[in-house]
C-alpha cells in the first residue's frame, strides 16, 4: 500500500521544482496527482499538467456530488481563487505513493480523509528575504505582472504557515532549499524512505 507525500511551504520556496525534479528523476516512483484550481491560467501553463483548471460552476458540481476531498479559497485582488483535490480516480494507494504540493490545511485534511499513516508531510522553507527576490523575479516574467497579488500572496503566507500552526499540524522535520536541488533532493529521498515511502 502506498502513500501520499505532501510538498509544503510558503509560496517561492521551491516547491515546484522538488516537486517537478522527484517526478523527473522518477525517485521512489512517485505518482503525480494532478490539483484543480478556477485561478486563470498563467503564462505557459498547460490545462491538466500544473493544474486542471474549471470555473466556479465546475468546483460547485463538485462539491456537490462530493467528490472534493479538500480545498483552500484565496480571496485575491481579482476575486477567490479556488485550490482543490478532486477524487476523480487519480489517487489509488494500491498502484504506489502519489506526489501532492499542498496547504497545511490540505495535509489535515488528507490525513482525516486517507488516515494519518497514509500522508508523508515535506515541510520547504527558505529565508524571507529570498523568497522575496525569487517573487518578484517570478512575477517579472509574466506578460502581465500582478504586484499586488503577489504582495498579498506574501503576507498570506506569514500567516497560514506561522509556526504556531506548524506545530499543530505535527511538522518536526523542515528542508531547506537554499543549497543545491541534488541537495534537498538527497535530504528528502533519505526522508521519505524511512517514512516507508
Known amino acids: 500500500m502506498g502513500k501520499i507525500v505532501l510538498l509544503m511551504g510558503k509560496s517561492t520556496t521551491g516547491k515546484d521544482t522538488v516537486y517537478k525534479n522527484l517526478l523527473e528523476k522518477h525517485i521512489l516512483d512517485l505518482k503525480k496527482v494532478v490539483l484543480y484550481t478556477t485561478r486563470p491560467m ?3 501553463e498547460e490545462n491538466g499538467v500544473q493544474y486542471y483548471f474549471c470555473d466556479e460552476e465546475g468546483y460547485q458540481k463538485f462539491l456537490n456530488d462530493r467528490k472534493i476531498i479538500e480545498g483552500r ?4 485582488c481579482y476575486g477567490p481563487w479556488r485550490y482543490f483535490t478532486v477524487d476523480d480516480g487519480q489517487i489509488d ?6 506526489l501532492m ?6 495535509y489535515e485534511s488528507m490525513k482525516e480523509y486517507f488516515g494519518a499513516d497514509k500522508v508523508v508531510p515535506v515541510y520547504i522553507e527558505i529565508s524571507d528575504r ?4 525569487r517573487a518578484m523575479h517570478r512575477e517579472n516574467k509574466q506578460e502581465h505582472p500582478k504586484y499586488d497579488e503577489m ?5 498570506a503566507d506569514e500567516e497560514d504557515f506561522s509556526e504556531e500552526k506548524i506545530k499543530e499540524a505535527g511538522i518536526t522535520r523542515r528542508f531547506n532549499n537554499e543549497g543545491s536541488i541534488d541537495q534537498i533532493l538527497g535530504e528528502i ?3 521519505l524512505k524511512d ?3
Open 73 to 76: 479559497t484565496y480571496d485575491t
Open 189 to 191: 529521498t533519505s526522508y
Open 151 to 155: 504582495c498579498r500572496r506574501y503576507l
Open 93 to 98: 494507494l494500491s498502484l504506489g505513493s502519489f
Open 195 to 197: 517514512m516507508g515511502v
Open 101 to 106: 504540493i499542498g496547504t497545511l490545511e490540505a
Open 130 to 133: 529570498i523568497r522575496m527576490e
Open 42 to 44: 498563467r503564462d505557459k
